[in-house]
Nanobody, 119 residues
C-alpha cells in the first residue's frame, strides 16, 4: 500500500514563501523508479500540474510557477519537496503530492495540503 503524506501548507502573505514536503511509505527501489509531482486544485478549477521530477532527476514546471517554485527529491529519505517563493494570491489551492510508477502506469495521491496566499 502506497501512502503519501504532505506537510508544510498554510497561510502566507503575497510575496512570502512556503515549503511543501511529501513523504512516501514505499520501498527505496519503488521510490527511485517513480516520478514525483505536485499538483494543485483551486476552487472551481481542474487539478493542474505544478511541478514534476522524474526518476532521473529531470524537472518540469508549469509556466505560471517557473522561476518561483523549485521541486526536489531525496531518494534516500523517500521525500519530495516543493519550495515556493514569491507567492501570489493565485497560487492559493489545495496542493497534492503525486507518485507515478511508470512500470505499471499507476498513480498515487496524497490527501492534499491547503496553501492560502493573502493579498
Amino acid at each position: 500500500q502506497v501512502q503519501l503524506v504532505e506537510s508544510g501548507g498554510g497561510l502566507v502573505q503575497a510575496g512570502g514563501s512556503l515549503r511543501l514536503s511529501c513523504a512516501a511509505s514505499v520501498s527505496g527501489s519503488f521510490f527511485g523508479l517513480s516520478a514525483m509531482g505536485w499538483y494543485r486544485q483551486a476552487p472551481g478549477k481542474q487539478r493542474e500540474l505544478v511541478a514534476a521530477v522524474t526518476s532521473g532527476g529531470s524537472t518540469d514546471y508549469a509556466d505560471s510557477v517557473k522561476g518561483r517554485f523549485t521541486i526536489s527529491r531525496d531518494n534516500a529519505r523517500k521525500r519530495v519537496s516543493l519550495q515556493m517563493n514569491s507567492l501570489k494570491p493565485e497560487d492559493t489551492a489545495v496542493y497534492y503530492c503525486n507518485l507515478h510508477f511508470a512500470l505499471s502506469d499507476e498513480d498515487f495521491w496524497g490527501q492534499g495540503t491547503q496553501v492560502t496566499v493573502s493579498s
